[in-house]
């Protein structure tokens, strides 16, 4: 299965600060996704990042606040603008695997973000 | 909108017994996909097992098989032989058929502990 490289690993933010977080897969896939793991909770889609157009948010979810971008076919970013408390949460970024089958999802380790 | 349910939030079992984890799931859709991914405690989400719901088999995977129950839209996992390893939250997803929404639902998680 595609191999993602999240980074940062972890990183505690301060209140009203923007933050990126990369993610980087070793094989060229057409969709990428990333989600949310609030503290204690199950994971909930933020939105998929398709190359060369604009990412597709879900419901509870907006540009303004998780911009995302896809130069490529191996690299998409999203950012978590304006933190906030609520915010520290795990962010996941996954594809569809291209050796795993493609209804299966492959999973970055995750990025844990903590809000002060 | 689908949902998935997991009515168990932790359960446990003593190394090399048997333990089932329940899931039940909504959609009107006769063709879709079901998975358990694992999630120790790197946070890093690992494919456990997955079914096709055209298919009646039940999948297996080495000691992970599951109970589909299409009509009364049940998937339970069953792990056998439980090893320490196997200590980690486990969720259960749907995702929708070929050609919709490509994002996987998750329950809320069952937190499996596993006694020496």
Redesign the interface.
Known sequence: SAVISQKPSRDICQRGTSLTIQCQVDSQVT?M?WYRQQPG?????IA?ANQGSEATY?SGFVIDKFPISRPNLTFSTLTVSNMSPEDSS?Y?C?V?GPN??A????????S?LTVL | AQTVTQSQPEMSVQEAETVTLSCTYDTSESDYYLFWYKQPPSRQMILVIRQEAYKQQNATENRFSVNFQKAAKSFSLKISDSQLGDAAMYFCAYRAPQGGSEKLVFGKGTKLTVNP
């Open positions: 969709m996704f909770q199950s994971l909930t889609l998929t879900e795990i996941l996954s569809k795993s089958g209804n299966v999802l492959t999973f970055g380790a995750g844990r």
